[in-house]
Nanobody, 117 residues
Framework: QVQLVESGGGLVQAGGSLRLSCAASKSAFRFDTMGWYRQAPGKQRELVAAITSGGSTNYTDSVKGRFTISRDNAKNTVYLQMNSLKPEDTASYYC???????????WGQGTQVTVSS
């Protein structure tokens, strides 16, 4: 069973930065797209950023220019550097990892990000 272990969430003031990490437990597996979703109270889960195994990235419009997604394929780890944080970024952030060959998506347990104004 693959586990995705997230870290790096917390409380930060508006304008501050946080870096989220998500490491997969099965180092022998190779994942295709990895990324991050977030869900705020009373809102639908939304895709924040994604990165392919080749390094292609995409972001939701609200975080472009502020967030950067990256990954270390050797460590099966994906990162989300979040700068210039805003109160509207407050949410639970969930990482995911796809194994297309098995048609499976794995999820992390979620980490809370709270941005105070």
């Amino acid at each position: 069973q693959v586990q995705l272990v997230e870290s790096g969430g917390g409380l930060v003031q508006a304008g501050g930065s946080l870096r989220l990490s998500c490491a997969a437990s099965k180092s022998a597996f190779r994942f295709d797209t990895m990324g991050w979703y977030r869900q705020a109270p009373g809102k639908q889960r939304e895709l924040v950023a994604a990165i392919t195994s080749g390094g292609s990235t995409n972001y939701t419009d609200s975080v472009k220019g502020r967030f950067t997604i990256s990954r270390d394929n050797a460590k099966n780890t994906v990162y989300l550097q979040m700068n210039s944080l805003k109160p509207e970024d407050t949410a639970s952030y969930y990482c995911y990892a796809d194994r297309s060959v098995a048609r499976v998506r794995y999820w992390g347990q979620g980490t809370q990000v709270t941005v105070s104004s």
